[in-house]
């Protein structure tokens, strides 16, 4: 049948399983929005206050569902305010896919109206970057797009449109999605791991966010307990392993458990599952686990030796790779070291009171009115850093967070893309006012669409994370992170029409946090804590493990 470039895009999108997109309408996607409105029974538009928020609510759509997010925009401002969406679900390998418009053909590369080069902008922060020349290549570019997205190490893909070829028509015919089998590199040397694993006596698994992306929580659990060894993750990697699972340690890195950080330290074999070694976890690169063999399993066969050298590698999709080695190996057990981790936990929590609330009181209670399902999101600062430390997840996909790209401002859009793709599954954003500053426009969308999102601001009044820094390495100069902002973030949210709570003394806490999650709506509290607080331990950049600091004045 005949269809213009506007209908083969809804068709395709179909084809590929797609029910939701996220968008804000402009000129050169006119004709797009015209399908959509015809394809309205089909598929559901979600349009937010800024498309940067659209990319990060299909972002966090996809990371709480395991489905490929969608995003449209219009050209020029509209398409490079997808950017740094984009790069934060590249550098956390998240599936999306980007349809932009553009000015029509004949005006390319002429300085037209709302005309950019997206295709170019967008190729280094994408796996993939097309435009689209041809009505005849529209719909096999879509479908490779979305191949492209969800094969291999997953990640965006954007598609530049030019308008006219949004009303051009040609012949469609439909086609299946492409289903490749999981990638398995051959001759894999499993018999080496399973060697090294046996000459082991402190193993020490760190699991990374391939483990969420592969959907191998139940081959990462079955693999800890054969093995008998401890566990900890990355920040992508949380929810990979149950919290509550004796196995399970927390987190690693530079904010990560001062239990992780003597494992790396001690571990005489350390098994990275679908995690990079990036700065934030290894710190000195030429000593990290320096005193272990590593084994390092990850479906990038480029992440392999890119920052710490390796002793054993297997490259291919985890939930493959990992099941086949834990049918390879016998049952081991190492009790005398996970006793050893345990004397470490007690050193774990190192926080003290305060005449404020404190994130340790707000986010213990919020911990403990929470289910398994329940998801939390954060923005990038101390409040993802304690969120992080303190919270449990016991399933994969509860925890959405920027891990590599940091972006501040991520929190609130995939707070919106987690709930409208889990059928408004509650959510929790933990937020800090310097992170919320940059995203609160988005208010409106959870108002617009009833999403039962409950707000946490983490409100020090201060840029806390940046402050934190110049505390330790700055000698306390304090350069523009102590922003004497007045905002009142629960009229700010009464003024979108969302119920806002501000929260002083710490006996106010659960009442506002059971009142807030009672209402089965959108809801912000303003939680002012003291600028003082500090994210501990803290492993110095660069450093290792030895470095951590437990305590600051």
């Not at 999108?13 to 089909?42: C, H, M, R, W």
């Not at 403990?368 to 304690?386: A, L, R, S």
């Not at 709930?419 to 310097?434: E, H, N, Q």
């Amino acid at each position: 049948m005949k269809l213009n470039g506007s209908d083969i895009i809804a068709e395709c999108l179909l084809e590929q399983g797609v029910d939701t997109v996220f968008g804000y309408p402009g000129g050169a996607v006119l004709n797009i929005y015209d399908a959509l409105y015809k394809y309205s029974d089909k598929i559901k538009h979600i349009l937010t206050a800024h498309e940067q928020g659209a990319s990060h609510a299909a972002d966090g759509y996809a990371r709480a569902t395991g489905k490929t997010g969608v995003v449209i925009a219009t050209s020029g401002p509209g398409a490079t305010n997808l950017i740094t969406g984009l790069a934060t679900a590249k550098m956390d390998s998240s599936p999306v896919v980007a349809i932009v418009g553009n000015v029509t053909r004949d005006c390319l590369g002429r300085d037209s109206f709302q005309e950019v080069d997206i295709k170019s902008i967008a190729a280094p922060v994408t796996k993939k970057s097309f435009q689209v020349m041809s009505i005849e290549e529209l719909a096999d570019t879509i479908r490779e797009a979305f191949h492209i997205a969800n094969s291999g190490r997953k990640g965006p893909v954007l598609i530049d449109v030019p308008k006219d070829i949004t009303a051009a028509v040609t012949e469609y015919d439909s086609a299946k999605p492409v289903s490749d089998k999981p990638y398995v590199k051959p001759n894999n040397d499993i018999q080496k791991a399973c060697e090294l694993l046996r000459n082991s006596s402190r193993p020490f698994i760190y699991a990374g966010g391939g483990i969420i992306s592969s959907n191998a929580a139940d081959e990462l659990l079955a693999f800890a307990e054969k093995i008998d060894a401890p566990v900890c993750c990355s920040l992508m990697g949380i929810g990979g392993m149950p919290a509550d699972h004796e196995l399970y340690f927390g987190n690693l890195g530079m904010h990560g458990m001062y239990s992780t950080g003597m494992a790396t330290l001690n571990a005489d074999c350390i098994i990275a599952l679908g995690a990079r070694f990036s700065d934030r976890v290894a710190g000195d690169r030429e000593r990290f686990g320096e005193n272990a063999t590593i084994i390092h399993f990850d479906i990038d066969e480029n992440e392999i030796d890119k920052n710490v050298k390796t002793d054993c590698a297997i490259i291919g999709d985890i939930k493959s790779t990992l099941a086949e080695l834990t049918a390879s190996i016998e049952q081991l057990e190492h009790r005398q070291w996970l006793n050893q981790l345990r004397q470490w936990q007690k050193n774990d929590d190192v926080y003290s009171g305060s005449d404020y609330p404190t994130p340790q009181q707000i986010l213990g209670v919020v911990n403990e009115m929470k289910d398994d399902n329940d998801i939390i999101t954060t923005d990038v600062g101390q409040h993802q850093m304690w969120t992080a430390q303190l919270c449990s997840f016991n399933k994969p996909r509860t925890f959405l967070t920027s891990g590599g790209l940091g972006t501040m401002g991520f929190g609130m859009g995939a707070a919106i893309g987690a709930s409208i793709g889990c059928d408004k599954s509650r959510v929790t954003l933990i937020t800090g006012d310097g992170s919320f500053h940059m995203n609160l426009n988005e208010l409106v969308t959870l108002k617009s669409y009833n999403l039962p999102v409950v707000v946490c601001v983490m409100n020090n009044m201060v840029l806390g994370m940046v402050r934190q820094w110049q505390k330790l390495f700055y000698g306390h100069r304090f350069s523009q992170t102590d922003p004497h902002r007045a905002t009142d973030f629960a009229a700010v949210a009464e003024g979108f029409g969302v119920k806002g709570f501000t929260v002083t003394r710490p006996e106010q806490i659960e009442p506002v946090l059971k009142e807030a999650y009672s209402l089965n709506a959108p809801v912000v509290i303003d939680f002012h804590i003291s600028p003082d607080e500090n994210v501990l331990p803290m492993i110095p950049p660069g450093k290792t493990a030895e470095d951590m600091i437990m305590e600051l004045d």
